[in-house]
């Protein structure tokens, strides 16, 4: 059965990546729009009301001091498309970059080196409502917005619930690692991750990645 169409407008400032870009997306994946500053970028997404926005965090226009292009955009549009979820893709890994734009609302960050078939999975993991992270971005985010440091580890009977697989599994994709990479560190089948995690999520009355993340972290596991 084919996968429904999810429509994407991309934001960059160079049209050589758009276009390169636009042509290693999974063809379940619709282009909608395009914009390459932050008032372009405002007026594309108001107006196609996407699915999700692929977004470059450093974009030319007018960008208040200690903000970023990326941010701004989502700040001034998010309000006008409640339904849209913003995925940001840069060639930057700096801390202050990731949380930044995490803070302003995006629902993911990946670098520009992940493969066109990455982007892809990023992209319909956002549109379902999850966060997603390249593996060594994780970390950032998790210090920035885990639990204080005074927090309690997880109880026993929490942990017991799961197997030990489960637990591996649970961490990395809490982490942030795709299911193709949790598959390749376990040496085990990317459906055998899927059922694992759908496990996992059902064990701990959990609904998403992005809430098993938040678990992982309250609880200091990662």
Request: proline share 4%; charged share 25%; no cysteine.
């Amino acid at each position: 059965m084919a996968e429904s169409s999810v429509r994407v407008v991309v934001v960059d400032d160079h049209s050589i990546f758009r276009s390169g870009l636009k042509a290693d997306l999974d063809p379940s994946i619709e282009v909608v729009g395009e914009a390459s500053d932050v008032a372009s970028a405002v007026a594309a997404v108001t107006e196609a009301a996407p699915d999700v926005v692929l977004l470059d965090v450093h974009l030319p226009g007018d960008v208040p001091e200690g903000s970023t292009g990326g941010a701004e955009v989502i700040r001034r549009s998010a309000p006008a498309v409640p339904g849209t979820r913003f995925l940001a893709l840069s060639v930057s890994d700096r801390a202050e970059d990731v949380v930044g734009v995490i803070r302003a609302g995006a629902r993911g960050y990946i670098t520009k080196g992940s493969s066109g078939a990455d982007v892809s999975r990023a992209v319909r993991a956002v549109a379902d409502g999850d966060a997603v992270f390249s593996p060594k971005l994780a970390g950032f985010v998790l210090d920035a917005f885990g639990a204080p440091a005074g927090e309690t580890a997880a109880a026993p009977d929490e942990l017991d619930r799961l197997s030990a697989r489960e637990q591996e599994v649970m961490r990395l994709i809490a982490r942030g690692y795709a299911y193709k990479e949790v598959a390749s560190e376990l040496f085990i089948s990317t459906k055998t991750v899927e059922s694992h995690v759908s496990a996992v999520l059902r064990k701990l009355q959990l609904s998403s990645r992005h809430e098993l993340t938040a678990w992982a972290s309250a609880r200091r596991l990662l």
